[in-house]
């Protein structure tokens, strides 16, 4: 934590499973990162999009649907503390291992007929642990990918779930140096 460090603002998203439900979780990181190895962040998370499911389905054939249908949904929006650790950092390669905890509340809503039936607004504390591969394209632009878990750490497990996701990352820091040479070259 000595070495050199650098501030960072990126741009962050998990496609999540929760119950049987994809949901979007979109969100923002900020922090810094120490010797181009170890990064501690906070990030804001929402999510985004209602996706649902069958709920219960009392008059209906299998298969079918009918009025007294119930759909479920759900929803997060949280604050987590992270650190990712990249164990392997080579001129095309990053492997790293992200873990972070966060304070937050879930949202599980049951809909029939276009009418809300119930909400919930439980608290939820999620660690998510994970892996994550970034590949370098060219020298301003990183592809990725990652897997993980999160795990509820207080008694609403239902927003336990596996998460992965997909990142294009653009070197800023290496493109604002070429265009800052360019420009003192044609000067």
């Not at 009392?58 to 987590?80: E, Q, R």
């Not at 998510?128 to 592809?143: C, D, S, V």
């Not at 795990?151 to 497990?157: A, F, G, I, T």
Request: hydrophobic share 35%; aromatic share 14%.
């Amino acid at each position: 934590m000595t070495q050199k460090k650098r501030f960072f603002i990126s741009l962050d998203g998990k496609n999540n499973i929760v119950s049987d439900i994809k949901i979007k979780t979109f969100g923002i990181q900020g922090g810094y990162i120490y010797n181009n190895r170890t990064s501690f962040y906070v990030g804001f998370y929402n999510t985004h999009g209602q996706n649902s499911r069958i709920f219960d389905n009392p008059t209906a054939l299998p298969g079918k649907t009918d009025s007294n249908t119930v759909y479920s949904s759900f929803g997060m929006g949280f604050i987590n503390f992270g650190c990712e650790y990249i164990f392997h950092n080579s001129k095309r390669w990053k492997l790293s291992v992200p873990v972070a905890l966060g304070i937050g509340a879930g949202r599980h809503t049951k809909v029939s007929q276009g009418s809300i039936l119930e909400i919930k607004r439980p608290g939820i504390v999620p660690l998510e642990i994970g892996i994550k591969a970034n590949f370098k394209l060219t020298w301003w632009l990183w592809i990725g990918g990652g897997l993980g878990t999160r795990v509820s750490l207080n008694s609403n497990h239902q927003f336990n779930g596996p998460y992965y996701s997909f990142s294009l990352q653009f070197q800023t820091e290496a493109m604002i140096k070429k265009v800052t040479e360019v420009i003192k070259k044609h000067q």
